[in-house]
């Protein structure tokens, strides 16, 4: 089956420590993304990455980070300094390059931070 | 656990009733809209989508309408089930760029 996986469905941290949360694509994606949600809220776009080892910040990236070092894969860190990280992830993926600009979403993970 | 719903704007409809959800979009320059539903603790889903140089395109019990003029959208729900309570979001894409712009959500509750 082709489409998106996200782990840990749910992550519960102590604030203060890092944590990594997995995107993994077999869809053949070129671009990726990372959304956070909030109660109430759309999705809001943290990072995104065209190509393998190129990235942007989208409109919250302050405290996170991301990697692109496979096609497949696409690992959000949300660090220390990010001041209210608990929120509900999520990870999509499209093929920009041949449009429509449709996304292809995961499953999503829960991170609680206290 | 938390819902992704709480505190937005919701329909509330019969089962069997025709629904419409509606979205304004800020941007004249957006040229691909689509539809999303989103279950509660789930990724979302995509429903329909449209391009600009249409107004109106149909699916499977859906209808996405544009009105560019007034930079509107909606999306009709036919013959509504207990299935479709979700929350759903319009998105916006502006040609030349590979990111969408979502809309805040509607949640559809359907009772029996």
Redesign the interface.
Known sequence: DGG?T?SPKYLFRKEGQNVTLSCEQNLNHD?M?W?R?D???????IY?S?IVNDFQK?DIAEGYSVSREKKESFPLTVTSAQKNPTA?Y?C?S?N?GT??????????T?LTVT | GESVGLHLPTLSVQEGDNSIINCAYSNSASDYFIWYKQESGKGPQFIIDIRSNMDKRQGQRVTVLLNKTVKHLSLQIAATQPGDSAVYFCAENIGGYSTLTFGKGTMLLVSP
């Open positions: 998106i996200q671009a993304y959304y949600q109660p109430g809220q759309g999705l809001r776009l995104y065209q989208g509900f999520l999509a499209s920009p449009g429509p600009y449709e996304q292809y979403f995961g499953p999503g829960r």
